[in-house]
């Protein structure tokens, strides 16, 4: 059975899981906030999206919501894959994708130290060159997916390490002497 | 900082769109832009605009404006890793700046602040606006919370003297202490020397070098000074150094050993027995705000580990720290009057000693670190699994658990392993390298012997006896820098919360209230957890002596805070709640929280027995009226069929009993208290309908002659009420009598008739609705519309009244609605 149609949420009553055909979808800019998302003739304000596995499937399961400013959200319907969009429509996604997610992803350790309690690292990442501190804490360095890291800073930014293999011998052995688990 | 000195070109750029400086009323610099890359942006709010400024192509222009005429608020909405800043204008939310986490508190503060200047047209600034959280005012360094203390910045003098004149009380045991410790390092060093006597007295004497033993000694053991001992003599000799000085002397140490011992424990022991009790003794003071800022764990760590490691201290000076700084020193000295030029060569291995200790020490204190960490792990998933036994085997994850603790103890064992290693591999090592120092020792102090230098073979002996105990504290004391930081850390905790003042203190003047008649009045109170997020706006409300008040509102909607600020457990922010007339800031704490008994939704239990639970606010009570109570709530016939009785010893939060009979000894508690006024927040929602029947009949004797305020989802439970008051978003919505409000066909009328239509019981309720609606039925066509409206509107709200814990967010919905 076909899954994949796209159903009003006011006439799905917002019960069960509602995915939405891409072709069904149009996005328009918005000049205030989120975009203006048109799906079945109606639309819909300020629409965010987020991603229900950010993680394991960055480019998947996009949801895109409503309500969110007046603190009733709710779920238009989700998006099982952006690229299956419009490329105009994919790039008003990835937009609001990245307004919601502020990563950094770290290309290369410099340096990491501990002191106090902390781990002060400095590192090329995505955004450039960082110095940042971490608490030395399970809770502020998790997986992410198979071989990766999450760092969450002191001031809970999230910094990236896609694969801990490919980091080199030396950053590795010094990322692990501290951060083992 | 939330009013920052704009950069020049900035400043020129509002100078020209003649925006005076006078006009800015905050500013400050942000750092991404809005596609999350990093980049100078500037905030700056003026009397008459929200801008948000960037450079493009070295010309500064506004990136986003807003009037502040069009603003209705402003807020953060915060995103992952990063937030926004967004003014309300026309009913839409529009973005002003993007900001990464680590501007958020600046950010946060300027939100609240512009929606604070459209209520009351002004922004303040405080000293506490300006403060930077988690960071040391003084050098910058991180910190875990912004309570916690700078192990950089610590004043370890000021601790340091803290900590003796602690010590004060105890000054003749620390100073007798001090004393033998003196004593004992001055026995340390007679060993060494008498093995001296030894070789160069007895077993290899000089004629023409003069005795060792001094000559008051020799005559005490009838040995002629001077003249040359017969063998015989030596025989005697030697007994008395063996026997007399070097057991003498050993036997001496272990006396010492032991009294040091003992009186270091004393000491310690009595100074730890007093900051545990003036610790928690502080912490019962103060109020429910610092428990709301400090996790409990945390504060237990102080009294209980905190003030161990105080313990620790006192022994450790006395029996570690201080003679591994005076041992070194005694000892060097010593070798440095027996043979300066020796000493010299005992110094080499000195150097490579401390250097590699200090890496040492580098090296294994992360792995240290892991250890702990992996064993807590293992621990703590240990705790839950077995915990949560039967979870695991109802979904038969028993592989999957086995799976991950085998993990977690493979963690334990390769950092264990790491540890170990490198402390196997070390300590040979460093003990190579001291007795390479020994090589050394001996072979120069062997070629001073040989050679007549001027060095006996007993000296060399001696020296060699010493370099043990000087190579050993010599290496201890590099890890003593980071021992003492820890401690003194721990020490600055404690005093932390000895500071801490109460937060809500009487003052001198006063007022007892020792009649309480149970008359209430909220005066346009407004209160927040968070100064800038009120939880109760403008609340007004009088209640009368004896009256029966029900509460009614979603979760989040103020009703716990408003029971919470008449016990006075957090000060209002403005207005004031006045008890019998008399302001709560001018009575005794003590006297309202006598006069107000608390039914919480979990009861709390304490572990003892039943009746110690029963009489917890009346420690005096007799047995009589202790079951008299019991009896009232509907306790005693349980409590009767239990073996022991009121006797019965109940366990950690009351385990042991149901939930029913743990809120009935819970009423019985607030019922031998005998307060004027009551509170029952939520008192029977966590319970069965049967034990809800016997609460509820126990309730309607509790609520009898006093003012009786009660929270309640189940709505059924207020019929009795005198007056319901409706709760939203932190306002008093509606107020007045079940009927008044059934009348009224507000939020009231609706959750009524929700929670009706959910019970198939025929209510009161269900009776009086179905003949409201029957009315309605055969009224005029556009009321039938309305009505039809009603339903589809409450159809919606259903599904928030069936979630037990709607959220914030929903909270805030009904707020919409309703207003």
Not at chain 1, 102 to 110: A, G, S
Not at chain 2, 398 to 412: A, C, P
Not at chain 2, 462 to 490: K, R
């Amino acid at each position: 059975m076909e899954e994949s149609t796209t159903q009003k949420p006011t006439e799905s009553g917002y019960k069960g899981l509602v995915f939405l055909d891409p072709k069904d979808i149009t996005i328009h800019e918005s000049e205030l906030a989120g975009m203006n998302v048109t799906v079945g003739g109606e639309t819909f304000e300020e629409v965010r999206a987020s991603l229900a596995l950010p993680i394991t499937e960055p480019d998947r399961y996009v949801s895109l919501r409503i309500g969110a400013s007046k603190g009733e959200e709710q779920e238009i319907g989700m998006i099982r894959d952006v690229n299956e969009l419009s490329p105009e429509n994919q790039v008003l996604v990835r937009r609001e994708l990245r307004k919601r997610y502020f990563l950094h992803v770290i290309y290369k350790i410099l340096s990491l130290k501990e002191k106090f309690g902390f781990l002060y690292f400095e590192a090329e990442t995505s955004k450039g060159l960082r110095k940042f501190a971490v608490r030395w804490e399970y809770n502020r360095v998790q997986e992410y997916s198979e071989f990766g890291r999450i760092i969450i800073d002191t001031d809970d930014n999230r910094y990236i390490i896609p694969d801990l293999r490919k980091l080199s011998p030396e950053e590795y052995k010094n990322f692990t002497r501290y951060i083992y688990w | 900082m939330l009013r920052k000195a704009l950069p020049p070109k900035y400043a020129a750029w509002l100078s020209e769109q003649n925006i005076p400086e006078s006009d800015i009323l905050l500013c400050t610099d942000n750092d991404i832009t809005f596609e999350g890359e990093y980049a100078e942006r500037w905030v700056v709010v003026t009397r008459d605009a929200v801008i948000m400024l960037r450079e493009r192509d070295g010309q500064v222009q506004a990136a986003r404006s807003f009037k502040m005429a069009d603003i209705e608020s402003a807020r953060i909405d915060p995103r992952v890793g990063s937030g926004f800043l967004q003014v309300k204008v026309h009913g839409h939310w529009a973005e002003v700046a993007r900001f990464s986490n680590a501007r958020a508190i600046w950010f946060e503060r300027i939100a609240a602040k512009i929606t604070r200047f459209k209520e009351t047209g002004e922004i303040i600034l405080t000293e506490e606006d300006e403060k930077e959280q988690n960071r040391c005012p003084t050098c910058g360094l991180l910190l875990r919370s912004s309570t916690d203390i700078c192990p950089r910045c610590i004043n370890k003098n000021r601790v340091f003297g803290r900590l003796l004149r602690m010590m004060q009380p105890y000054w003749p045991w620390a100073l007798g202490t001090l004393l033998l410790v003196f004593t004992g390092i001055g026995l340390d060093l007679v060993p060494p020397q008498l093995s001296r006597i030894l070789m160069d007295d007895i077993f290899v004497h000089d004629p023409a070098r003069p005795y060792l033993m001094p000559e008051w000694a020799l005559r005490l053991m009838n040995i002629t000074p001077g003249t040359q001992m017969t063998p015989s003599e030596k025989v005697t000799l030697l007994f008395f150094v063996v026997f007399l000085g070097m057991a003498g002397v050993q036997l001496l140490r272990i006396g010492l050993n032991i009294v040091i011992g003992r009186l270091s424990v004393t000491v310690g022991t009595k100074i730890t027995y007093d900051l545990r009790h003036k610790l928690f003794s502080r912490l019962s003071e103060l109020s429910v705000r610092y428990y709301d800022r400090h996790q409990v764990g945390i504060l237990m760590q102080r009294v209980t580990g905190d003030t161990e490691s105080l313990h620790g201290f006192v022994s450790q000076s006395t029996q570690g720290f201080l003679v591994n700084i005076l041992l070194p020193v005694f000892i060097g000295a010593a070798l440095f009057k027996m043979n300066p030029t020796l000493t010299l060569y005992v110094f080499i291995p000195a150097p490579f000693v401390i250097i590699s200790t200090y890496y040492f020490w580098e090296f294994v204190y992360p792995n240290y670190y892991k250890y702990w960490d992996s064993h807590s792990k293992m621990n703590a998933m240990l705790n839950s699994v077995l915990s949560g036994v039967r979870v695991v085997k109802a979904f038969a994850q028993e592989e999957r658990e086995i799976s991950r603790f085998n993990h977690l103890s493979g963690n334990v064992q390769a950092s264990r392993q790491r540890v170990d290693k490198a402390t196997g591999t070390f300590y040979p090592i460093v003990g190579f390298i001291f007795g390479l120092g020994g090589l050394i020792v001996w072979y120069v102090g062997g070629r001073y012997v040989l050679e007549g230098k001027g060095m006996t073979l007993g000296t060399l002996t001696a020296f060699t006896s010493y370099l043990g105990m000087f190579y050993g504290p010599l290496s201890s004391l590099t890890y003593i820098s980071s021992w003492l930081t820890g401690f003194m850390t721990s020490a600055q905790r404690v005093f932390e919360v000895l500071d801490t003042e109460p937060e809500l203190q009487d003052t001198d003047s006063a007022l007892h209230l020792h009649i309480c008649r149970g008359e209430i009045e909220f005066k346009n109170v407004t209160f927040g957890y968070d100064r800038y997020n009120p939880v109760i706006r403008d609340v007004t409300a009088h209640i009368k002596p004896g009256e029966m008040i029900g509460i009614v509102g979603r979760s989040g909607s103020g009703k716990t805070t408003f029971v919470n600020l008449l016990c006075r457990f957090y000060e209002v922010d403005q207005g004031e709640i006045l008890i019998d007339g008399i302001s709560l800031r001018e009575l005794h704490k003590d006297d309202i929280r006598r006069n107000i008994g608390l039914v919480l939704q979990e009861p709390f239990l304490f572990r003892g027995t039943i009746r110690e639970n029963i009489a917890y606010g009346r420690p005096d009570a007799d047995i009589e009226n202790v079951m008299k109570a019991a009896k009232a709530a509907n306790a005693h016939d349980f409590i009767m069929r239990l073996a022991d009785g009121y006797d019965t010893k109940l366990g950690e939060y009351g385990s042991g009993l149901s939930g029913g009979e743990r809120q009935r000894i819970s009423i019985a508690r607030a019922l031998l208290y005998d307060p004027a006024i009551l509170i029952l927040d939520e008192a029977t929602s966590s319970v069965d309908t049967e034990s809800e029947k016997q609460i509820q009949e126990a309730l309607a004797v509790a609520t009898k002659g006093r003012t009786t305020i009660a929270i309640a989802h189940r709505l059924s439970t207020l019929r009795n009420s005198n007056r319901i008051i409706v709760m939203d978003d932190g306002r008093i919505i509606e107020m007045g009598t079940h009927d008044e409000l059934i009348k009224k066909e507000g939020t009231y009328y609706r959750l009524v008739k929700i929670q009706t239509q959910l019970t198939s019981e025929p209510t009161v309720d269900r009776l009086e609705l179905e003949k409201k609606e029957q009315e309605a039925a055969v009224s005029d066509e556009s009321s039938e519309k309305e009505t039809e409206e009603e339903t589809e509107k409450d159809s919606e709200e259903k599904t928030d009244a069936e979630s037990t814990e709607p959220s914030e967010d929903e909270s805030s919905k009904d707020s919409e609605q309703t207003s």
